[in-house]
Every structure is written in C-alpha cells, then in structure tokens.
C-alpha cells in the first residue's frame, strides 16, 4: 500500500499524506503517552500552520488548478511518491485476510499484513537504472542467503542481491555502470565492541557476496583488464585534524593519528541522475523486512529532467543532492 502523489496537488496535502501515515501508527513513547494527531481535520491544521500554499477545501476539489502549488507545465514540478516499511500490528485499516491483502500490493504472513513497499522500490529503481547508482546508507546488510558463511542469519533484504545482478546484466551488455555507496567506517558504538564486530561481519559478507557475482560474471563474459571494483566501490568519509580542534574519537588508532570518520546517518539512493528515494530506512532486515522497525521513504523525479526528455545528462534538482561521487571520482 503506496500513496501516490500527483505533481500538481498542494505540497500541504503531501504533508497531509505523510502525516497520516504517522496517524496511522500506533506509536507510544517511553512513558506511554500517544503521540500522533486524533483527527485528519487537525493534521489540515497543522499542515496550514506550515505551509504557504492553499490547502484542500471542502468545497473546491483537491486537483482544482488554483490549488496547484505549480503550474502544470512548469518544468520544475516533481512527481513524488511515498513508501512504507510496517505491518498490521503497527497500523490500523490493513486487510485481515491474504485475498485483500494481495489486492493492496501487500505481502501476507502467519496473521499479518505487511507493507514492503519501500523495499520493492528500491528493487525497482536498481532494475530501471542505466547509467550509475549511488547509495548512501548507515548500514549495508542484505541478501544473506548468498553469503559466503552464515547464510542462515536471517538478512533475507534483496538490494544487496539487485545491486550485483544489476552490474552483472550490463557486463554481459559490454555497458558501463558503476555503483558507489557511502557507509560509515563503523556504526554508533565502541568499534572494538562484539555488538559492532558483528555488524562488520555481517556487512563484509554482503560485500563479499556481490564481488563474488560480479567476478564471475567478469570471467564468464571473457572481460580482459578488468576488476569488480571497476563496477562497484564502497567508501567511508573522514576528516584530518591538524590538532587545533577538540576531536575525539572511541577508536584509539583514530586518536592516535588525528584521523576521524565523519558519520553517516542517512538512508537514500540516486539512480541515473533522474531519481532518488529518500527516507528513515536502513539497508538492513529491520528496516526492510516490514513487520519489525516502522519507515517510511519517498521516491521523487523532476519528468522534464530524465535522460529520454532531455536527450543528454538531466541537470535536474537531483544532481544538487550528487556531491560525494562527483568529489571521489576526480
């Protein structure tokens, strides 16, 4: 269950959109206290609090063109559309039975109904892409059915998986592509700690998983002069301090040699230059599994700046947010 977002309705009543999927959730915090708006007449109002352009009237209809935060043909105009990662028993108003929910694009299981939407974009997004894919991620976990060890861990996500059969396809094609994805050297914690070693692990054989496809496919293509880091690269962002600052760090060696990892925390992948999906999820089983951690993503595109509209590069909005690449590749 997605909800789709026409390009000429108020950006108010995108915000209403998303805030009712925070209504939907039955949320509470430590002291058990809800969180959420009661009404969709109060989430109208907190949305006018906020936003410049009209909202939806009970009288005028919600796609009337003086509604419209932009005029139809402005070239500027996004097409967005929103993804959820939750199930039946963090929302209300799924289906109860695998008919209805097949009905609504949601997966079924034991007594659940499971929206996986934001998974499935991601897998969606990897397949259409031609060019290039960057990823930028807090974790990288995924596909543990073909690791080399531990195949059994449970990290059944398919984006690891995509990302190295999307390579392999333009291998076979003799077409250049390259992934690049951003993590951070290590997640929050002690680096040295069993909690953190395990998350290394695990996300070593995801990498070692996809090299593993692409090397074969390298060979089986008979490709000469080439590696599977041609195709795909992972990077970890850090900074030098010359000591005038108060860095720290939990690593030792980072201390020791002034070198520090600058975090990453978002969750987000830019296909072609053209589209990007953007969102609370992690690469990782609790984010995309649907019926543990609750998340919600959108995915957007300008339509005037795609490669077929244009005939060449887009240089639409999208490449503002394509700065870590542009500087690595250099």
Not at 71 to 88: A, L, T
Not at 205 to 219: F, N, P
């Amino acid at each position: 269950m997605n909800v789709d977002v026409i390009v000429n309705i108020p950006v108010s009543e995108f915000a209403v959109k998303v805030l009712i999927n925070i209504k939907e959730k039955k949320a509470q915090d430590n002291r058990g206290m809800i969180y959420i708006a009661e009404s969709k007449a109060q989430l109208l109002m907190m949305c006018s609090r906020t936003s410049s352009n009209a909202s939806p009237s009970g009288t005028i209809p919600n796609d009337h063109p003086s509604l419209w935060a932009f005029k139809e043909n402005d070239p500027e105009n996004w097409h967005i559309q929103i993804f959820r990662s939750v199930d039946s028993e963090s929302v209300e108003g799924f289906p109860t039975n695998v008919f209805a929910a097949k009905e609504q694009n949601l997966v079924f299981e034991k007594k659940w109904a499971i929206d996986r939407s934001i998974q499935m974009a991601y897998i969606q997004a990897i397949r259409s892409a031609q060019r290039f894919i960057f990823v930028e991620n807090q974790y990288f976990i995924g596909s543990s059915f073909a690791w080399p060890c531990n195949k059994k861990t449970g990290a059944n996500n398919l984006i690891p998986m995509e990302l190295a059969l999307k390579i392999a396809s333009k291998i076979r094609a003799n077409e250049r592509f390259g992934v690049y994805v951003i993590i951070p050297m290590w997640p929050e914690g002690e680096p040295s700690s069993s909690s953190v070693q395990q998350i290394l692990y695990w996300q070593r054989q995801t990498m070692q998983m996809m090299y593993k496809i692409i090397a074969e496919e390298l060979k089986s293509s008979n490709v000469e002069n080439a590696h599977a880091t041609d195709y795909l690269n992972f990077y970890c962002l850090g900074k030098r301090d010359d000591g005038h600052t108060q860095e720290s760090s939990n690593d030792s060696a980072s201390e020791a040699f002034r070198r520090f990892m600058i975090y990453v925390h978002s969750k987000g992948m830019i296909v072609d230059d053209e589209y990007i999906i953007i969102g609370s999820a992690n690469i990782n089983q609790r984010s995309m599994a649907g019926h543990r951690d609750v998340e919600i993503a959108m995915g957007a595109y300008q339509p005037h700046y795609t490669w077929i509209k244009k005939k060449e590069h887009p240089l639409g909005q999208v490449i503002s947010l394509v700065f870590v690449p542009i500087i690595l590749l250099l």
